[in-house]
């Protein structure tokens, strides 16, 4: 059942392991993507705006799970690296008590917390009522959204990053079945892509669920592996939280800036809404090569192949740069027909769209330097630099960047698009110094000492 990473090629292990990923992220994207263009062909600003707002909270909460679950997949590559079934055992038992509680406290929060959200994003009132429909129902699916990512988490520490693109596939296709079918002939707008987009993810879920239990997975759980083991609770939290914290902020200050654009009017809210949605779907590949680099470097650094991990963090900088100098230069180009996918008769929002799209995009370069990083520092178990460095650049360049830009130049959304790669770029160089400076102290004998030293007290806990 687990593929061994820490052997063969170091390229085709990071191929044949991004793609599966990249494939599912899309696809998990693709649902407020297929939302927000099927909204957009039957209904007006007013939806499209709402679609908008809504997809980007569920995309923040999904980022926010992805990032937590990516403590589970690390544990996990360490536990394989370095043949520890019984650490294994614990961190798939603790890893599903831990998102059950964490789905349930948080779904109940955020039905509660529906008035405080739409304030906070200064949503137009035209857009306010629909917002509200799609939000009440995404959220009644967050189990769904956890569960999926928790059982995805574990195939990808087993090195299986291809069964969790089998199982959200079959959910995309679903949804974009019950998009057209409820935002069109039943005209249910925001509410509509809310119910397709929840029932699609509660079919990936029971398909996810079905295939797992098929399977043998070679480590037997019993009932004593699900009590809560602190050790065991914080390995994961301890890669997890920072990750999750640094995904959060990000997406926070994203949805600050979606609030700066509301303020300006319900064409300026979709326009934005569009390209946030078009650069979170360009983000994919950037948070491809994280998770896969994080995965692979982990299972090296627990078989004590620190070279292999080294040098899957310089293939993967190489794919990222490459693929955003590539989409940077298409969106300078063809950035008017690209938004005019997603509105149809509405020429203000695709001359704002084009503006916000054109220097936005450049962000798909610079992070893509930083995501890498980060997936390395991950690896390590130093997921807090990469959540440390994002702190500044989230509160001291994209936030105020965007405020700025939108006071100076009124007439334009181009300066605010350059907020966001203003804040990466801050984020990239700031990586590569702290990899000069302290890779060594990554790999270094006390390093190794460490992760052994954790296996034994996951080994002398469970005895």
């Not at 061994?4 to 693709?30: A, D, E, H, M, R």
């Not at 062909?41 to 809504?54: K, R």
């Not at 039905?111 to 629909?130: D, G, H, V, W, Y």
């Not at 996810?208 to 939290?237: C, E, M, N």
Request: with cysteine.
């Amino acid at each position: 059942m687990e593929r061994n990473l820490t052997k063969g090629s170091i390229f085709k292990n990071l191929i044949l392991f991004s793609l599966p990923y990249l494939l599912s992220c899309f696809l998990q994207s693709f649902y407020g993507l297929a939302d927000l263009f099927i909204t957009g062909q039957f209904n007006g600003a007013d939806s499209i705006s709402a679609v908008s707002i809504g997809s980007q909270v569920t995309h923040m909460l999904t980022f926010v799970i992805t990032g937590l679950s990516m403590g589970t997949t690390v544990t996990l590559a360490r536990a394989i690296g370095s043949g520890d079934k019984r650490l294994m055992k614990r961190t798939i038992a603790n890893t599903v008590v831990l998102f059950a509680v964490f789905s349930v406290v948080t779904t109940f929060i955020l039905l509660f917390s529906l008035e405080n959200i739409f304030t906070l994003l200064s949503t137009p009132a035209e857009a306010f009522r629909q917002a509200e429909d799609y939000l009440k129902i995404c959220f009644l699916g967050i189990p769904f959204i956890t569960a999926y990512n928790v059982i995805s988490a574990v195939f990808r520490g087993m090195g299986d990053s291809n069964r969790p693109m089998y199982f959200i596939a079959a959910g995309g296709i679903i949804n974009i079945i019950l998009d057209f079918i409820l935002i069109g002939p039943f005209q249910m707008g925001a509410a509509g892509a809310a119910l397709a987009t929840t029932i699609s993810q509660a079919c990936s879920v029971i398909l996810a669920l079905f295939s797992l239990r098929k399977i043998d997975l070679g480590i037997p759980l019993h009932r004593y592996d699900f009590l809560p083991r602190k050790t065991t609770l914080w390995q994961i939290l301890q890669v997890g939280l920072p990750i999750a914290l640094q995904e959060g902020l990000i997406q926070i200050s994203f949805l600050i800036i979606t609030a700066i654009a509301n303020q300006r009017g319900v064409v300026v809210s979709a326009s934005v809404g569009i390209v946030e949605k078009i650069i979170s779907f360009l983000f994919l590949v950037p948070s491809a090569m994280m998770s896969s680099v994080s995965a692979i470097a982990a299972q090296n650094a627990g078989a004590g192949s620190h070279e292999r991990g080294r040098k899957t963090l310089f293939y993967a900088l190489g794919i990222c740069l490459a693929f955003g100098l590539t989409v940077s230069g298409i969106c300078q180009i063809w950035a008017a027909p690209i938004l005019g996918l997603f509105s149809k008769g509405e020429p203000a929002v695709i001359t704002m769209g084009s503006q916000y799209l054109k220097t936005y995009v450049f962000d798909c370069v610079f992070s893509g330097i930083q995501f890498c990083f980060s997936g390395y520092f991950c690896a390590y178990g130093r997921s807090y630099i990469s959540f440390l460095q994002n702190v500044i650049s989230v509160f001291l360049i994209r936030i105020p960047g965007a405020y700025f830009a939108t006071v100076l130049f009124p007439d334009t959304l181009a300066p605010m698009g350059l907020a966001s790669p203003a804040g990466s770029l801050f984020s990239a160089v700031l990586s590569i110094l702290i990899y000069w400076k302290f890779h060594r102290y990554f790999t270094a004998p006390h390093a190794k000492k460490g992760l052994s030293e954790t296996s034994s007290r996951f080994r002398k806990q469970a005895v």
